[in-house]
T-cell receptor
Framework: GENVEQHPSTLSVQEGDSAVIKCTYS??????FPWYKQELGKRPQLIID?????GEKKDQRIAVTLNKTAKHFSLHITETQPEDSAVYFC?????????????FGRGTQLTVWP | KAGVTQTPRYLIKTRGQQVTLSCSPI?????VSWYQQTPGQGLQFLFE???????NKGNFPGRFSGRQFSNSRSEMNVSTLELGDSALYLC???????????????FGEGSWLTVV
């Protein structure tokens, strides 16, 4: 099955700086890569996703890049704010009929210091 | 519209007991999947249901089971509870189209299970 590796496990940045989280995946059949943000005690919430026919996607301060050849994708957060502090999870989705399954990375605890 | 609803939100059970968790997906969503979240193992896939059929199952023992009803609501059951089953159990739903994988998955708030 798919294996998703996520780095770093913790990340501390100063408010206003950029944060980058990187993930790699193993199954070349994966073609859907969402990122979730989970605040303490809350549900994981989708913040951005990318599909394998796209190399980059941006939504305001958040961007995701995908390199299918190298099997890695990254989350970029610019102009970080204290409310960006949370655990971020990357995931990879299977192709085919099993549409509901995602393989998750272990998460990155992002702390933004004011 | 309403999001994914899970009940109960918190529960405490004793080793050896069994527990049933319930999930109501977003209206119109027909796929429901379940995940276990623990600090040590992260988010792990349990199983996925679509049109009352289990389509995929993760690497969990047979004590973990589930089902889906005709209205897409789903339940999961854990029998003979062990201390290691203490976790946040997350339900997620997605709108399933045909021929394209990668439908957005939306999570519920989860059910916090503590086994003592």
């Amino acid at each position: 099955g798919e294996n998703v590796e996520q780095h770093p496990s913790t990340l501390s940045v100063q408010e206003g700086d950029s944060a980058v989280i990187k993930c790699t995946y193993s199954d070349s059949a994966s073609n859907y890569f969402p990122w979730y943000k989970q605040e303490l005690g809350k549900r994981p919430q989708l913040i951005i996703d990318i599909r394998s026919n796209v190399g980059e996607k941006k939504d305001q301060r958040i961007a995701v890049t995908l390199n299918k050849t190298a099997k890695h994708f990254s989350l970029h957060i610019t102009e970080t704010q204290p409310e960006d502090s949370a655990v971020y999870f990357c995931a990879a989705g299977e192709r085919g009929s099993t549409l509901g399954r995602l393989y998750f990375g272990r998460g990155t605890q992002l702390t933004v210091w004011p | 519209k309403a999001g994914v609803t899970q009940t109960p939100r918190y529960l405490i059970k004793t080793r050896g007991q069994q527990v049933t968790l319930s999930c109501s997906p977003i209206s119109g969503h027909r796929s429901v999947s379940w995940y276990q979240q623990t600090p040590g193992q992260g988010l792990q896939f349990l199983f996925e249901y679509f049109s009352e059929t289990q389509r995929n199952k993760g690497n969990f023992p047979g004590r973990f089971s589930g089902r889906q009803f005709s209205n897409s609501r789903s339940e999961m059951n854990v029998s003979t509870l062990e201390l290691g089953d203490s976790a946040l159990y997350l339900c997620a739903s997605s709108l399933v189209g045909t021929g394209y994988s990668g439908n957005t998955i939306y999570f519920g708030e989860g059910s916090w299970l503590t086994v003592v």
